[in-house]
């Protein structure tokens, strides 16, 4: 296959020739073979799928919130090629047995997955860490979505194994007894989007995640591991983490929402870590454009309408994000907000980096086909109706993206936003191709 004209994130424009599934040449003036497809990019923007780094897809055991096959469908449709998935599933990723069975679901994706490792009291790492980790994490230093909070010390038994075992750890630094308890009383009821949102920001506080980022990354500079801390939401959580020498990673709603969106969204803007004010979301914003965040991912934590329409204390946490990222991200870049390399590089660079994933990420001779297809000019309203995930609502309603066109896995069309308008690279009448994703640890 032959992309002609592309416009790279960089600036050049380049053609690309695909030899099965890895990218074969990167140059100018390529002329097709005979029999070879040919795909005009003309003034489209070509970038590396992205690979997103934190996504809960909830199978085995909540396959009414989400599947594999929905999720990765939403995957493909948001160009993002790889994704990254989080123990806290049921039975939760904490054996070598309860990883085999995350394994024999995650056989339904249709692009590339990692599958993370996670830490209970009743864990077994020797099992654990006999599979093919991607990482392990997120380790929960407070309780989120599943319950899997654990303590220090374990914590610093599994991050110790985790460096002997060379595996980057993941965390979800929040420090549970800082938490504002008395923000409870507060609540006069409300269900949905009626629900005093504001009071979950109050109750998480700021500061208990700071506090804990520096405790976590100083258990990783005692260990020698490499610490990855999980979307943080705070500039100064940002810095604890920088300044721990840990990795760092910010989903889009901390990215693009803030405490002043919870009127309209209530309980579906509860999340861990929360939704912080405008003043820290601009400079979180700052610090995801200046370089100093190493990553964005999605952090896709979706739960249905029904779940939802619960009290404040009682709705779970957690929004979907795996299809609105890139756009999002992009629509930033049209705006100027954002340089072009600057999202390439949180989305797939960087992440690529970071978990030690050494043919993706870039678009150069002998990486993976993993690619996406946009035209940079073309934002579209973001529609929770219109997104492939299972729960069907997104925080980010009525907001613009940028959207694919076109997105391959490994040398495949997996997503063709207008099907049979290209001689049908995809297999069926919503775009989507039948591609077989791949463990990418195996
Ligand atoms: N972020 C969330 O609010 N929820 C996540 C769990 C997590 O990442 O903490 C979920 O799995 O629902
Ligand atoms: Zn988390
Ligand atoms: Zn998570």
């Given at each position: 296959?032959?992309?002609?004209?592309?416009?790279?994130?960089?600036?050049?424009?380049?053609?690309?020739?695909?030899?099965?599934?890895r990218i074969e040449t990167v140059d100018d003036g390529l002329d097709p073979d005979p029999d070879e497809t040919v795909i005009d990019a003309t003034d489209k923007l070509l970038l590396p799928g992205a690979i997103d780094a934190h996504v809960h897809f909830r199978e085995p055991g909540y396959s009414h919130k989400e599947t594999w096959d929905t999720a990765t469908k939403s995957a493909a449709a948001g160009g993002v090629t790889t994704v990254v998935d989080m123990p806290n599933t049921d039975p939760p990723t904490t054996s070598g047995a309860n990883f085999d069975a995350k394994a024999d679901y995650a056989e339904a994706a249709r692009v590339n997955y990692g599958i993370n490792g996670g830490v209970t009291g009743d864990w077994d790492p020797d099992s654990l860490f006999d599979q093919p980790l991607c990482a392990l994490g997120e380790v929960f230093l407070a309780d989120s979505t599943g319950d899997m909070g654990v303590a220090l010390d374990l914590f610093h038994d599994a991050v110790g194994r985790a460096a002997d075992n060379d595996v980057t750890v993941t965390v979800h630094a929040e420090d549970e007894t800082l938490f504002d308890e008395s923000t409870r009383e507060a609540?006069?009821?409300?269900?949905?989007?009626?629900?005093?949102?504001?009071?979950?920001?109050?109750?998480?506080?700021?500061?208990?995640?700071?506090?804990m980022i520096e405790q976590a990354t100083e258990v990783g500079r005692e260990t020698g591991a490499a610490i990855h801390i999980a979307h943080t939401s705070t500039p100064e959580g940002i810095d604890a983490a920088v300044a721990g020498g840990a990795t760092c990673e910010v989903c889009p709603h901390h990215l693009y929402l803030s405490t002043d969106d919870l009127d309209e969204l209530g309980t579906y803007g509860r999340m861990n870590p929360p939704l912080r004010s405008e003043e820290r979301r601009r400079k979180v914003f700052e610090r995801v454009a200046d370089g100093t965040v190493d990553i964005v991912a999605t952090d896709h934590a979706p739960h249905t309408r029904e779940e939802?329409?619960?009290?404040?204390?009682?709705?779970?946490s957690g929004v979907p994000g795996v299809e609105t990222m890139l756009p999002l991200l992009l629509e930033s870049a049209r705006q100027g907000e954002l340089g072009y390399e600057r999202v390439r590089d949180l989305v797939s660079r960087n992440p690529a980096e970071v978990f030690d994933l050494d043919s993706k990420g870039r678009i150069e001779s002998g990486y993976d086909a993993d690619l996406t297809l946009v035209d940079p000019e073309d934002p579209r309203e973001i529609r929770g109706e219109d997104t492939h995930t299972k729960c069907d609502w997104t925080p980010f309603e009525?907001?613009?993206?940028?959207?694919?066109?076109?997105?391959?896995?490994?040398?495949?069309?997996v997503y063709d936003r207008t099907p049979g308008s290209s001689d049908g690279r995809s297999d069926d009448s919503e775009g989507f191709g039948d591609v077989d994703g791949q463990n990418v640890r195996c």
């Amino acid at each position: 296959m032959l992309i002609t004209n592309a416009d790279l994130a960089d600036g050049r424009t380049v053609d690309v020739r695909i030899s099965g599934e890895r990218i074969e040449t990167v140059d100018d003036g390529l002329d097709p073979d005979p029999d070879e497809t040919v795909i005009d990019a003309t003034d489209k923007l070509l970038l590396p799928g992205a690979i997103d780094a934190h996504v809960h897809f909830r199978e085995p055991g909540y396959s009414h919130k989400e599947t594999w096959d929905t999720a990765t469908k939403s995957a493909a449709a948001g160009g993002v090629t790889t994704v990254v998935d989080m123990p806290n599933t049921d039975p939760p990723t904490t054996s070598g047995a309860n990883f085999d069975a995350k394994a024999d679901y995650a056989e339904a994706a249709r692009v590339n997955y990692g599958i993370n490792g996670g830490v209970t009291g009743d864990w077994d790492p020797d099992s654990l860490f006999d599979q093919p980790l991607c990482a392990l994490g997120e380790v929960f230093l407070a309780d989120s979505t599943g319950d899997m909070g654990v303590a220090l010390d374990l914590f610093h038994d599994a991050v110790g194994r985790a460096a002997d075992n060379d595996v980057t750890v993941t965390v979800h630094a929040e420090d549970e007894t800082l938490f504002d308890e008395s923000t409870r009383e507060a609540d006069a009821g409300g269900v949905g989007r009626e629900a005093n949102a504001e009071l979950w920001s109050a109750y998480r506080s700021a500061d208990a995640e700071s506090a804990m980022i520096e405790q976590a990354t100083e258990v990783g500079r005692e260990t020698g591991a490499a610490i990855h801390i999980a979307h943080t939401s705070t500039p100064e959580g940002i810095d604890a983490a920088v300044a721990g020498g840990a990795t760092c990673e910010v989903c889009p709603h901390h990215l693009y929402l803030s405490t002043d969106d919870l009127d309209e969204l209530g309980t579906y803007g509860r999340m861990n870590p929360p939704l912080r004010s405008e003043e820290r979301r601009r400079k979180v914003f700052e610090r995801v454009a200046d370089g100093t965040v190493d990553i964005v991912a999605t952090d896709h934590a979706p739960h249905t309408r029904e779940e939802k329409e619960a009290g404040l204390w009682e709705a779970p946490s957690g929004v979907p994000g795996v299809e609105t990222m890139l756009p999002l991200l992009l629509e930033s870049a049209r705006q100027g907000e954002l340089g072009y390399e600057r999202v390439r590089d949180l989305v797939s660079r960087n992440p690529a980096e970071v978990f030690d994933l050494d043919s993706k990420g870039r678009i150069e001779s002998g990486y993976d086909a993993d690619l996406t297809l946009v035209d940079p000019e073309d934002p579209r309203e973001i529609r929770g109706e219109d997104t492939h995930t299972k729960c069907d609502w997104t925080p980010f309603e009525g907001r613009l993206g940028v959207f694919p066109e076109l997105t391959m896995v490994r040398g495949e069309v997996v997503y063709d936003r207008t099907p049979g308008s290209s001689d049908g690279r995809s297999d069926d009448s919503e775009g989507f191709g039948d591609v077989d994703g791949q463990n990418v640890r195996c």
